[in-house]
Structures are given as structure tokens and as C-alpha cells.
């Protein structure tokens, strides 16, 4: 079984994307071999990167139960990633940045996704940042992604996306996750050898 570990970003009250994670979570207990588990910041309120070493050798300074220890410990056993991202003033928010730059061996090697929403442009801006700052980190960024616009987006009850044409993006997506999941996992036990 490998383990994906969807990352909430938004920790702000009332935040549209709670909804959306657990959808996505839902939506992946539907594939087969994988297990989903939240992530959600609000439970990771970590600090700005404030360390006097490189963000590289960060993971093995860190004290035994802090705060820092324990999200690397989460990230290291997960086996890829789908995070789940408003977009604020044209990119991702800070505690997202923060989450990231905390860590890097445990993020080398594993496969992201990317779920964004926002206005008009549905958070594909914030979608491209995160391509680009999770290739520095070694990890994956997948070509697909849903993109999801707010503004007329039919929910249900529960504020999961209702319309077909998303819930088969978001299928499409996890498939292509639990491809590069396996692909990768594999990968990284060779490397260990
Ligand atoms: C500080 C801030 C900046 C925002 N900037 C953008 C933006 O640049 N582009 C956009 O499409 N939406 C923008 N929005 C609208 C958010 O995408 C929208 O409010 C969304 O629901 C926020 O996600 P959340 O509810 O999960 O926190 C912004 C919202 C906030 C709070």
C-alpha cells in the first residue's frame, strides 16, 4: 500500500479549500493501493525558516520531537503528494513556502500533485510556482491538475465539486499519481540498496 499524503495549504478561517482536500481524499479512497491521509497546516503551524545550516542539511538539526522533526517524519512516509492550494496575490500562501522549505531529503523522489482554486484564473498561477519550487526540492510535479474556478463552481452539501467534468479531472489526476507513486517507490528502494 503506498501512502499520499494530501496537503491542505490554507489555514485561514472559513477556508473553501478544507472541502475540497477531503474530496480529493475521499476520491482517492477509490484507488486501489493507495491510502490518502490530510495534511493540514493549521496542525503544522512550523516557523520561518530561521536556521543557521542550509536548507539540505536542515532535516538532521532539527531537535528529536520538535515540531520541524515530526512534519519531516510525516513527509518521509509518504510516498507522493497532492496539495491543495488557494491562490493568494498570483501565487501559493506563506505557510505553504514555509512547510516546503523546511525539509528536503524527505520531499526527493516522490511524485506532486497540484489542486488550485481562486478567481478567474482557477489558481493556475499558484500552480506554476508550486512546479517550479517542488522541482528544486526533487520532487515530481505531475502535468495534469485540477484547476478549480470559484466563481459559479457547482458544490454539493458538502462543498465538494459537483460537476462531471471536474470530478474526471480529479480522477485523472489521482491516476496518473498512483503511476508515478509506484514508479518512484521503486525507484527509491533501488537507491537505497
Ligand atoms: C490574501 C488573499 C489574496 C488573494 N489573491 C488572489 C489572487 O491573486 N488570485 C485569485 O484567483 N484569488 C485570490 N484570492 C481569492 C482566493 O483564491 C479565494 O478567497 C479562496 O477561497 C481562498 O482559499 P481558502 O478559502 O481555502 O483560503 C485571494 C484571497 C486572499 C485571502
Same mark, same amino acid.
Given at each position: 500500500?503506498?501512502?499520499?499524503?494530501?496537503?491542505?495549504?490554507?489555514?485561514?478561517?472559513?477556508?473553501?479549500? @478544507? !472541502? %475540497? !482536500?477531503?474530496?480529493?481524499?475521499?476520491?482517492?479512497?477509490?484507488?486501489?493501493?493507495? @491510502?490518502?491521509?490530510?495534511?493540514?497546516?493549521?496542525?503544522?503551524?512550523?516557523?520561518? $525558516?530561521? /536556521? &543557521?545550516?542550509?536548507?539540505?542539511?536542515?532535516?538532521?538539526? $532539527?531537535?528529536?520531537?520538535? *515540531?520541524?522533526?515530526?512534519?519531516?517524519?510525516?513527509?518521509?512516509?509518504?510516498?507522493?503528494? &497532492?496539495?491543495?492550494?488557494?491562490? $493568494?496575490?498570483?501565487? /501559493?500562501?506563506?505557510?505553504?513556502?514555509? !512547510?516546503?522549505?523546511?525539509? $528536503?531529503?524527505?520531499?526527493?523522489?516522490?511524485?506532486? !500533485?497540484?489542486?488550485? /482554486?481562486?478567481?478567474? &484564473?482557477?489558481?493556475?498561477?499558484?500552480? @506554476?510556482?508550486?512546479?517550479?519550487?517542488?522541482?528544486?526540492?526533487?520532487?515530481?510535479?505531475?502535468?495534469?491538475?485540477?484547476? *478549480?474556478?470559484?466563481?459559479?463552481?457547482?458544490?454539493?452539501?458538502?462543498?465538494?465539486?459537483?460537476?462531471?467534468?471536474?470530478?474526471?479531472?480529479?480522477?485523472?489526476?489521482?491516476?496518473?499519481?498512483? %503511476?508515478?507513486?509506484?514508479?518512484?517507490?521503486?525507484?527509491?528502494?533501488? *537507491?537505497?540498496?
Amino acid at each position: 500500500m503506498a501512502t499520499v499524503g494530501v496537503i491542505l495549504a490554507s489555514v485561514r478561517e472559513g477556508r473553501r479549500g @478544507e !472541502a %475540497f !482536500a477531503h474530496w480529493l481524499l475521499e476520491l482517492a479512497g477509490s484507488h486501489a493501493g493507495l @491510502e490518502a491521509e490530510l495534511l493540514d497546516l493549521r496542525d503544522w503551524p512550523l516557523p520561518s $525558516y530561521s /536556521y &543557521a545550516v542550509r536548507g539540505v542539511e536542515a532535516e538532521k538539526h $532539527y531537535p528529536a520531537d520538535s *515540531l520541524q522533526a515530526r512534519w519531516a517524519a510525516s513527509i518521509r512516509r509518504c510516498d507522493g503528494f &497532492a496539495i491543495v492550494s488557494p491562490e $493568494y496575490n498570483r501565487g /501559493y500562501p506563506g505557510q505553504l513556502k514555509t !512547510a516546503l522549505d523546511s525539509l $528536503y531529503q524527505a520531499w526527493n523522489y516522490k511524485p506532486v !500533485a497540484f489542486l488550485t /482554486y481562486g478567481g478567474i &484564473a482557477a489558481g493556475s498561477r499558484a500552480a @506554476e510556482q508550486l512546479a517550479q519550487v517542488t522541482r528544486e526540492l526533487k520532487l515530481v510535479p505531475l502535468r495534469d491538475e485540477v484547476n *478549480l474556478s470559484l466563481g459559479g463552481l457547482a458544490v454539493d452539501e458538502r462543498g465538494f465539486p459537483s460537476g462531471e467534468l471536474y470530478r474526471k479531472k480529479a480522477q485523472t489526476l489521482l491516476g496518473e499519481l498512483a %503511476f508515478w507513486v509506484d514508479l518512484l517507490k521503486s525507484g527509491r528502494e533501488g *537507491l537505497q540498496r
